[in-house]
T-cell receptor, first 112, second 111 residues
């Protein structure tokens, strides 16, 4: 059974820091991996999707990398801003069924 | 930009009552998902539809939960009777290819 882990569960940093969020998964046979952002009481916003054949994806200040063989992904946030404060979730798609298996998320607080 | 619509946004009910949630996916998205997210946890799939057919409902508590997508467009998730442990955020998502787009969710509180 696929399990997705995100450590730490919460992180508080001052504005301007470069951040690395970690995600690990137990079964490396994935189809793709997706990073989401969730604001309090809201739905999920897709940030980046990495196919299993890709190593990384970039969008603005965000860069996500994937090392499928080691079961790890990182989300890099450059020059963090208070508006980046949210919970970040990592999810893997095993393929075929398109079902997403989520981690518990990491709550990020960026202090001005 | 097209979005997934859900209603109601919030629902408070007493245990043993029936509740229903509605989801309207992005137009043209054949795949629709219902997830449940307990506070502090990641979402977990309850049911997945491809058009009007159920693809995966292995985690749906079928003794009290039901879901339908009669015309392959919008969908309804029902709980009857509701239990205290059903308090959670219920998220609907849709996809045409690989990226899933999520709605704002329905937050359910069972008293």
């Amino acid at each position: 059974k696929q399990e997705v882990t995100q450590i730490p569960a919460a992180l508080s940093v001052p504005e301007g820091e470069n951040l690395v969020l970690n995600c690990s998964f137990t079964d490396s046979a994935i189809y793709n991996l997706q990073w989401f952002r969730q604001d309090p009481g809201k739905g999920l916003t897709s940030l980046l999707l990495i196919q299993s054949s890709q190593r990384e994806q970039t969008s603005g200040r965000l860069n996500a990398s994937l090392d499928k063989s080691s079961g790890r992904s990182t989300l890099y946030i450059a020059a963090s801003q208070p508006g980046d404060s949210a919970t970040y979730l990592c999810a893997v798609n095993q393929g075929g069924s398109e079902k997403l298996v989520f981690g518990k998320g990491m709550k990020l607080t960026v202090n001005p | 930009e097209a979005e997934v619509a859900q209603s109601p946004r919030y629902k408070i009910t007493e245990k043993s009552q029936a509740v229903a949630f509605w989801c309207d996916p992005i137009s043209g998205h054949a795949t629709l998902y219902w997830y449940r997210q307990i506070l502090g946890q990641g979402p977990e799939l309850l049911v997945q539809f491809q058009d009007e057919s159920v693809v995966d409902d292995s985690q749906l508590p079928k003794d009290r939960f039901s879901a339908e997508r009669l015309k392959g467009v919008d969908s309804t998730l029902k709980i009857q009777p509701a239990e205290l442990g059903d308090s959670a955020m219920y998220l609907c998502a849709s996809s045409r290819r690989e990226t899933q787009y999520f709605g704002p969710g329905t937050r359910l509180l069972v008293l």
